[in-house]
């Protein structure tokens, strides 16, 4: 099992990143999948999960502003965020799980990438 995120780096408050997340070796469309985050000194908080329906759901600091998607003929999820503030800022990882409860809860997640790194700074 592999999961490659990409797309991080720097942006200045209110600009937007895309965040990919590539997934290999298990049946992608029947997983849950979800982006966290984590800065420097804080836990890891879940940002948003898409069930294998295509059902969201978003941690309320980014409602409005970030869209979780997939596409499961390539096997990838995206995170698109927009309208980014300091508190963005973190690494990003994308995480996969076959049986998921609580959507934004990392320990229903059993596969996790290295992550990429966001930076939101002027």
């Known amino acids: 099992v592999q999961l490659v995120e990409s797309g991080g780096g720097q942006v200045q408050p209110g600009g937007s990143l895309r965040l990919s997340c590539a997934a290999s070796?298990?049946?992608?469309?029947?997983?849950?999948m979800a982006w966290f985050r984590q800065a420097p000194g804080k836990e890891r908080e879940g940002v948003a999960a898409?069930?294998?329906?295509?059902?969201?759901n978003y941690a309320d600091s980014v409602k409005g502003r970030f869209t979780v998607s997939r596409d499961n003929a390539k096997n990838t999820l995206y995170l698109q965020m927009n309208g980014m503030k300091s508190e963005d800022a973190g690494m990003y990882h994308c995480?996969?799980?076959?049986?998921?409860?609580?959507?934004?809860?990392?320990?229903?997640?059993?596969?996790w990438g290295q992550g990429t790194q966001v930076t939101v700074s002027s």
């Open positions: 898409m069930a294998t329906d295509g059902s969201t």
């Open positions: 995480a996969a799980g076959r049986f998921v409860a609580d959507h934004l809860s990392e320990v229903e997640y059993n596969y």
């Open positions: 070796g298990f049946t992608f469309r029947t997983y849950f």
